[in-house]
């Protein structure tokens, strides 16, 4: 903790220590930044060795969160942001990128927000996360040519381009508005068979009949309430209207689209990839209902191969064994559980025969009062 600052806009933000947890595969490697307060605000923030500007080349960044507390409603994410002031950092403290898991009830999702033009842009695929209690890896590589991959525990999950996945331009083509469908254009797909015909029989059957299990109610008087008539009930041997069947239809052109034509307002921008300032910070700024969460492994590096080895090399190295050390403490607290529900019972017989010996003890007084 000597090297992060929690925030001092506000008092009450939660707490932080350093601890490996409940459950761990290593006492020493798996601890981190762990959240200790329940439905607090966290705001703690690390300056990086040197300022980060990836001009012209890849930016890759890693983390790793471990919810153990079977987290229900909080964040897990972390912000890399431009020159600011640690004892001064909160929720609307500028950032470039806002990136890790965030969950409430039944939303799941993986965030990465870019922060372009002036805008906090959200990325328009929803990745879940795992709810479990195990440690994951989020790792985010933006290359130089503009394209992004996403990695969950060093397994690619999602890739693409920032322009199109984060909606960071103006689109390149718009709707030509003076464009018009043409008025011979069929939108029809299919049309009646000419060859089709009406059986002759079709219409025999009315498409309504009286209900023959109808009763004229004993109450009824004609001469009052009028000729009594059952009501009319759908005819099941009448065959509706006769409609021919369809076929494709020959001159059907398709749905119409008005053409495209190039937006006179956009802007091309080869360099979305790029910081438009030195990042100088990386921040943890999350609410958390539950908390228990731990921060660890952090990384910013510019080659992508080694950040990958590096994720297997600790997180790989030790996920079994915690996954196993899970497992051991989970069949502890069971076997818990089962004690104390099994000591609760035998509390409870107990107070039951002290009772009875009570009822029993208080007659035999009455019978010898008699």
């Known amino acids: 903790m000597e090297h992060w600052t929690t925030s001092k806009h506000r008092d009450d933000f939660g707490k932080v220590e350093i601890s490996a947890g409940k459950f761990y595969a290593d006492a020493e490697k798996s601890k981190g930044l762990r959240l200790t307060e329940d439905a607090r605000f966290y705001a703690l923030s690390t300056a990086f060795p040197t300022p980060i500007n990836n001009e012209k080349k890849s930016l890759v960044v890693s983390f790793s969160v471990k919810h153990e507390q079977d987290l229900k409603c909080g964040g897990g994410y972390i912000k890399l942001l431009p020159s600011m002031d640690p004892e001064k950092f909160h929720g609307e403290t500028k950032y470039w990128l806002m990136f890790g898991p965030d969950r409430c009830g039944s939303q799941n999702r993986v965030h990465i927000i870019l922060h372009y033009n002036g805008e906090n842009r959200e990325w328009s695929k929803r990745i879940r996360f795992p709810e479990d209690k195990l440690t994951h890896v989020y790792t985010l590589h933006i290359a130089a040519d503009n394209s992004y991959e996403f990695f969950l525990d060093g397994e690619s ?177 069971k076997e818990k559980r089962k004690k104390e529900e099994e000591e609760e019972r035998e509390k409870e017989k107990a107070e039951e025969e002290k009772d009875e010996e009570e009822l029993e003890e208080k007659g035999d007084g009455d019978k010898e009062d008699l």
């Not at 199109?164 to 003076?178: A, F, K, N």
């Not at 041997?237 to 006769?242: A, E, F, N, P």
């Not at 969460?293 to 590096?301: A, C, P, T, W, Y």
């Open 157 to 333: 999950k999602a890739k693409g381009q920032l322009e199109e996945d984060w909606s960071l331009l103006l689109p390149r083509e718009i709707v030509d508005e003076t464009d018009k469908k043409p008025e011979d254009w069929v939108d029809e797909e299919t049309m009646d068979d000419p060859e089709d015909k009406k059986p002759e029989d079709w219409d025999n059957e009315p498409a309504m009949i009286p209900d023959a299990d109808a009763k004229k109610p004993d109450d009824w008087d004609d001469a009052e309430d009028g000729p009594w008539e059952a009501p009319m009930i759908p005819n099941p041997k009448s065959k509706g209207t006769w409609k021919p069947r369809q076929i494709p239809n020959p001159a059907y052109k398709g749905v119409w689209e008005p053409r495209k034509i190039p937006n006179p307002d956009f802007v091309e921008d080869s360099e979305l990839h790029k910081v438009p300032e030195p990042l100088t910070h990386v921040g943890i700024d999350v609410w958390q209902v539950e908390s228990g969460s731990i921060f660890k492994d952090i990384v910013i590096g510019d080659d992508l191969k080694e950040v990958l080895d590096l994720v297997e090399k600790t997180y790989g190295g030790l996920k079994k064994a915690e996954a196993d050390a899970l497992k051991v403490m989970e069949d502890m607290e």
